[in-house]
């Protein structure tokens, strides 16, 4: 199994040091989750730099479920504060991990997006997480974040 690459991986997640996670991947990878549902190429490593840039308080465990030398599943738990909000996040979920010259081309995290919802979104995730609407919505507006995100990391002159 890739274990070195999946501890590379989750412990720059645990420092949120995207950059260091954005490596971990290889060029032609593709990763989704509920939130980021079809993300490829460059733009997998973008989210985790925009992630990590505005998270804190970042206390992450994992545990590797099961792995060979083409593909892993992790199970895991995190909990960090949003820097704009200062809301405190939950979460827990599955990633599946597949691996290509030795790096990941392929990851699907899955998470409960209501139980996210709750705590990332305060009383709308509370009260409307758990409908597609809502789920659409927040797809769209982090789509569009990562969007000028990328943009103004290229350009700073664009902010």
């Not at 973008?46 to 545990?63: E, Q």
């Not at 504060?81 to 809301?87: P, T």
Request: charged share 30%.
């Amino acid at each position: 199994m890739s274990e070195a690459l999946v501890h590379r991986y989750f412990d720059a997640l645990a420092r949120l040091d995207g950059e260091a996670m954005a490596a971990c991947y290889h060029p032609q990878a593709s990763f989704s989750d509920p939130v980021f549902a079809d993300l490829r190429g460059e733009r997998v490593g973008w989210r985790w730099r925009m992630l990590t840039r505005g998270a804190r308080d970042m206390h992450l465990d994992y545990v590797i479920v099961f792995g060979d030398e083409r593909k892993a599943q992790v199970e895991w738990k995190a909990r960090y504060r949003f820097a704009g909000s200062g809301k405190v996040v939950r979460n827990q979920g599955l990633s599946t991990l597949a691996f290509w010259d030795g790096r990941i081309v392929r990851q699907v995290d899955e998470f409960d997006f209501w139980r996210w919802s709750r705590s990332s979104l305060g009383l709308i995730g509370m009260l409307f997480g758990g409908l597609g609407p809502v789920r659409s919505m927040v797809q769209r507006r982090a789509a569009e974040q990562l969007d000028r995100y990328i943009a103004r990391s290229r350009d700073p002159a664009s902010s």
